[in-house]
């Protein structure tokens, strides 16, 4: 089992050298055979090159146009076209709703960085299900897993039909053929794809570890910006789409589904990969974690985490997020006469937190790329004490926070931790021990320093 990993990345295969499409939310149009697209109707008796036109709907046909989610594939054969689906086993696959026997404990959770097997394994055979929150049948919560891989997919395909995918890789380089086409996601990015859309992962570096939202609930978007004005956070252009991509591959295949939280495989005599030309807004993306702009105090006391949030998916209650991303990259701290990481709290919010690279500012110790932790609904946590006596006496200069990339998954709903998580060696038996050396400093002076 292997801990941790220094891949090197060469320049001449960088992501950025790659075409993408700019925009989040942008009605994007793409042909990879010039005269592909038809011009001006979606699905004409006769479509150029012998190909079918399909639509791939995000949403509800009657949502509101400002959330409503469709692209128009044109592709060499209909998705149908696909055998007859037979249930699979996973070991380590769950889903919220499903798993009835899973309870929440009422503890503060970590976990060291989950190790990557030695012997061969793609994507699917990886996902390893840390927490689960809502019902998969009822399109509301989340699910966090791990995916640690081993090889890439070449003859074999995933359709995740419960809910779309929020990946954030942690270590080594992924790359995604999908239906619309093909992006390169390298640590420092993230990958969010549809619900529904056929995808396959190639992996550059030979080995993959990285976390998973799977988000059952309303498709990410970006948050509102409220008194912040019309710029910050994270930019619409910003987040790539690809262009189109096709494979006209045929032979024996494999497309595995995931559906009601359990996992169908079928063969095909084809890759699914086949779209020729697409148009729509109900595509995947890719984005650079680096470009977010964040938003601090410059005078005193330390903002909510909730103005680090890349993207979310809103439930039925209004500021009450059924899932959010929320990122805590490089950063300037200059707030005077404040404690300046994150104080103790509690929150109705649950949160799961992971390490891309670097330190997190709150407990330097213990937390490591490739860990996590586990905060639930109402459960006090804050910096480890070594933090606080740190922080309470530290010279406040402005200091730059460098070299860290942190991220939290964040719910209203309690995430479950799965059989797994709770029995793995990577589990932290004494985590807790972290607050251990918490001292009483009340005097009842009230100059007390």
């Known amino acids: 089992m292997v801990t941790g990993y220094s891949i090197a990345l060469p320049s001449s295969d960088s992501a950025l050298s790659r075409a993408y499409q700019s925009g989040f939310g942008n009605e994007h149009q793409t042909e990879a055979l010039a ?119 070449d003859d074999r395909f995933f359709v995740n039909a419960d809910g779309e995918m929020l990946l954030v890789p942690q270590l080594g380089r992924i790359r995604a053929h999908t239906e619309c086409g093909i992006l390169d996601v390298a640590p420092g990015e993230i990958l969010l794809l549809p619900r529904g859309m056929a995808f396959r992962i190639v992996l550059p570096d030979s080995i993959a570890r990285g976390y998973i939202c799977e988000n059952y609930g309303q498709a990410f978007r970006l948050p509102e910006r409220g008194p912040v004005g019309s710029d910050g956070f994270a930019n619409e252009r910003d987040f790539l789409a690809p262009v189109a991509a096709y494979e006209d ?132 946590h804050g910096p480890a004490d070594s933090v606080f006596e740190a922080a309470a006496s530290a010279d406040l200069s402005p200091e730059k926070l460098e070299g860290t990339l942190a991220f939290m998954f964040e719910s209203r709903y309690v995430l479950k931790p799965t059989e797994f998580a709770l029995t793995t060696s990577a589990l932290q038996q004494d985590y807790a021990q972290c607050w251990s050396g918490l001292r009483k400093q009340f005097s009842g002076d009230a100059g007390h320093d």
């Not at 889903?95 to 309870?103: D, H």
């Open 249 to 380: 591959r045929e032979g024996t295949f494999q497309l595995t589904m995931k559906f009601g939280g359990q996992l169908f495989a079928a063969e095909m005599d084809h890759s699914p990969i086949d779209v020729v030309a697409w148009w729509g807004n109900c595509t995947p993306y890719k984005y650079d974690l680096s470009r977010y702009t964040v938003i601090g105090t410059v005078s005193v006391d330390h903002p909510d985490p909730s103005i680090y949030t890349v993207l979310t998916s809103p439930s039925d209650t209004a500021g009450v997020a059924n899932a959010d991303f929320v990122v805590f990259p490089p950063r300037w701290m200059v707030a005077t006469g404040t404690f300046r990481p994150p104080p103790y709290h509690r929150n109705i919010m649950s949160e799961f937190m992971g390490l891309v690279h670097g330190e997190y500012v709150a407990k330097p110790d213990g937390f490591l790329p490739g860990g996590a932790t586990l905060h639930n609904s109402m459960l006090p």
């Open 35 to 153: 005269g592909a697209l038809p011009v001006g109707q979606r699905s004409p008796q006769r479509v150029a090159y012998g190909l079918y036109a399909e639509q791939f709907s995000g949403t509800a046909f009657t949502a509101p146009r400002a959330s409503n989610l469709r692209t128009w594939f044109y592709r060499i054969r209909p998705s149908v076209k696909h055998g007859s689906f037979q249930l699979t086993d996973h070991p380590r696959l769950a889903s919220g709703g499903v798993e009835r026997s899973l309870t929440a404990p009422a503890a503060q959770l970590r976990w060291s960085p989950f190790d990557v097997p030695t012997s061969a394994g793609d994507f699917i055979d990886g996902l390893t299900t840390i927490a689960v929150n809502g019902d998969v049948s009822m399109n509301t919560g989340l699910a966090v897993h791990m995916y640690l891989a081993r090889e890439s997919m």
